[in-house]
């Protein structure tokens, strides 16, 4: 019996429980059009519940009912800041600006529970339960000059209850809530005032709560959401379409909604508005309906059970935030007891669900245990960041880090691996040997690449798609198998970034017949590293080793080589090393491999005493990555004498960038220096 890998191998790919296959590489940093990566990035925190988020120039705000602001993943009462139901945060590092006001009540809980900027940037319009700001009177509504973050004295205006949405114009501020008059004149949940604060004669009376509006993109239609079962007084429960300059009924919806379920959130992105529904109860909608602005008529509608909060349109998709826990009605996910409180579809169609899920917890006891609240998106520099508030205080897809209140994301690469390929098994069918795993996951790539190594070499690719509940089982056939050789088979996941996963466990397969080629490894036996600079030192029990030309490193290698199996020469050799994580691993320099031709120990080799060299039998292409193999072809007679015995080998360069490599003493089972020995008939 013998080991055998083809470096060149002719394979066909198939596949079980597939639900799409594409052929070619990564083409970004997440799967399109997902456009965010789900890797949560470094964000101060708030001790309570974020409601409202708004943003301009770079800068977030965020209301809501909290009184302090601490560091990214701090606990509770750790490093806090003042900021008493607001803060102002830079987008791009998550750190609070010198922006902070004080939303305060006479009696009750003050809260910030709406925030909108006025379209020039220059006004944010706050909305609540609070009676002063800063200790200026206010009414449930109020006014901050941007520039200064000071309250705008000359908007002025009484609102008798809780603001819940807000939408400004140029010369209107729209808003919704729990109130029943404005100024004290009759104004049931919805009303309209200039940028004074003066009332506007327009008129949107609703039966009950006004939650959520948003303007058409001509400015001529308001779209009103809600808990309101009749607006203006016709029949058209928690959704409505109003005229911008009236209030007037353009569009009712009786009967489109469930009358168990609530508008919550609605977005747009200039050609359809969606709405975010709640429902409590049985046959209750939680899901999205996409509407078009052209005949204000449904697109699409998702129904996913698990209330939605809020919604955001990044470059057409629709991300939301709700408490998803079963998607099935849709073909996607089925009832699940862990809630998926982030999602991604289409803005063109709700399914699939696109490869986007990062998670939060539900939020601690004493909330409703939600999760995510609030979304917008923002943008700094070259860059955008959508940013999430609400009630959790983890990040579930983040090993349940410590986060309350506030998380966002980017359209940056994502750096995080896919999941290891689990259930990798090789057996021997007609024609060669199948290989099977079970599909990885990646909570932004929907679509992977998985690169097969066969005895420690990549024989193939093969790209497919999975989603969290929906693990297939992929195949492949490798038909370049030799007779009586034992082949190991491991499987790698590779997101669109080229953020890859560990080898799977191996496989392995003995296949029939006499074999006539063998491929054995060698593991380095002893290792290490001398340094011009300390001239002394040794470094024989490091977990890298170092080499540069100027400034000089060298690294020595010493392998047990085996002997060639019976009637059988050596073929080829290959030395296979990998960068290691150092931030100073990668390098732009080649390296060159030359047998060691003087003495030297792993315990007492140091550049004072280091061995002689040999010519060099091999060149290592410049290491220019980190964590990643790189192997150097070497002449195979400068081996072939030394079968059956040690031989050590030197890296050295003549450049001027260092290079760093794992050592036989790295944690973990691969990554380790190695020589890679093929056999075959002479």
């Known amino acids: 019996m013998r080991r055998k890998s083809a470096i060149a191998a002719v394979f066909s790919l198939g596949a079980a429980s597939l639900i799409g296959i594409t052929t070619g590489g990564p083409a970004g940093a997440t799967t399109p059009p997902v456009a965010m990566t789900a890797d949560d990035l470094p964000t101060w925190q708030t001790n309570g519940v974020v409601w409202a988020l708004a943003q301009a120039d770079g800068v977030v705000y965020a209301g809501g009912t909290f009184s302090a602001v601490r560091p990214p993943g701090a606990a509770a009462g750790t490093g806090d800041q003042p900021a008493l139901n607001f803060q102002a945060f830079n987008a791009a590092t998550g750190a609070p600006t010198s922006c902070k006001l004080s939303f305060t009540v006479g009696s009750g809980t003050a809260t910030v529970r709406a925030l909108a900027v006025s379209p020039d940037k220059s006004t944010l319009y706050a909305g609540g339960t609070f009676g002063a700001v800063n200790g200026v009177p206010s009414s449930n509504l109020a006014a901050i000059n941007l520039a200064d973050c000071t309250v705008k004295t000359t908007f002025k205006v009484s609102v008798s209850s809780q603001v819940r949405t807000i939408v400004p114009t140029a010369d209107t501020v729209y808003f919704g809530g729990n109130f029943s008059s404005v100024a004290g004149v009759v104004r049931q949940h919805f009303a309209a005032v200039s940028t004074t604060g003066a009332l506007k004669p327009w008129t949107a009376n609703a039966d009950k709560a006004g939650k959520a509006m948003v303007l058409s993109p001509d400015g001529t239609k308001m779209v009103l959401g809600g808990d309101f079962v009749t607006l203006n007084g016709a029949n058209s429960h928690a959704l409505a379409v109003v005229n911008a300059t009236t209030g007037a009924n353009v569009k009712t919806y009786p009967g489109f909604i469930s009358p168990t379920s609530t508008v919550q959130a609605l977005a747009s992105d200039g050609t359809s508005f969606f709405t975010g529904n709640e429902g409590t109860g049985g046959g209750v909608f939680d899901g999205r309906i996409a509407l078009n602005f052209s005949d204000l008529n449904q697109h699409w509608r998702d129904t996913c059970l698990g209330a939605t909060q809020a919604l955001d349109v990044y470059k057409g ?350 944690p973990g089972t691969s990554g380790h220096p190695q020589l890679t020995l093929v056999f075959g008939q002479p």
């Open 317 to 666: 998709v629709l991300y939301s935030s709700s408490h998803a826990h079963d998607c099935s009605s849709m073909g996607q996910f089925p009832q699940a007891d862990a809630r998926h409180h982030l999602l991604a579809e289409s803005v063109d169609t709700p399914t699939p669900l696109l490869g986007w899920f990062p998670n939060t917890d539900d939020g601690p006891a004493g909330t409703e245990q939600i999760g995510p609240r609030a979304m917008t998106t923002a943008t700094s520099g070259s860059t955008d960041y959508m940013w999430v508030g609400g009630e959790f205080t983890r990040i579930a897809s983040n090993g349940n880090r410590l986060q309350q209140g506030l998380v966002r994301f980017a359209n940056t690469p994502d750096t995080r691996t896919p999941t290891v390929p689990q259930q990798v098994t090789a057996a021997k069918v007609s024609g060669g040997v199948k290989v099977s795993w079970q599909a990885s996951t990646d909570l932004d790539d929907g679509t992977l690449t998985y690169k097969v190594y066969r005895d420690g070499i990549q024989v193939g690719s093969f790209t497919g798609v999975s989603r969290f509940w929906s693990l297939p089982v992929f195949s492949f056939t490798d038909t370049h198998t030799e007779p009586g050789t034992t082949y190991s088979y491991q499987v790698t996941a590779v997101d669109a970034a080229g953020n890859t996963s560990a080898k799977s466990a191996a496989a392995s397969v003995t296949t029939a017949g006499t074999p006539t080629s063998a491929t054995l490894t060698a593991p380095a036996t002893a290792d290490s590293y001398v340094n011009a600079a300390a001239a002394s030192s040794n470094y024989g029990s490091d977990q890298q080793l170092a080499v540069r030309g100027s400034s000089a490193y060298n690294a020595y290698l010493r392998f047990a080589l085996p002997a060639a199996p019976s009637g059988m020469v050596l073929k080829s050799a290959q030395l296979t090393v990998r960068s290691s994580s150092d931030v100073n691993a990668a390098s732009t320099d080649p390296l060159s491999v030359q047998p060691v031709t003087g003495a030297w120990t792993e315990t007492g080799v140091t550049w004072a005493n280091k061995p002689a060299l040999g010519p060099a039998i091999g060149t290592l292409p410049a290491p220019s990555a980190q964590q990643t193999d790189y192997s150097a072809p070497l002449t195979a007679s400068a081996l072939a004498g030394h079968l059956g015995a040690d031989y050590d080998l030197a890296l050295t360069s003549t450049g001027t960038d260092s290079a760093w490599f794992w050592s036989k003493d790295a």
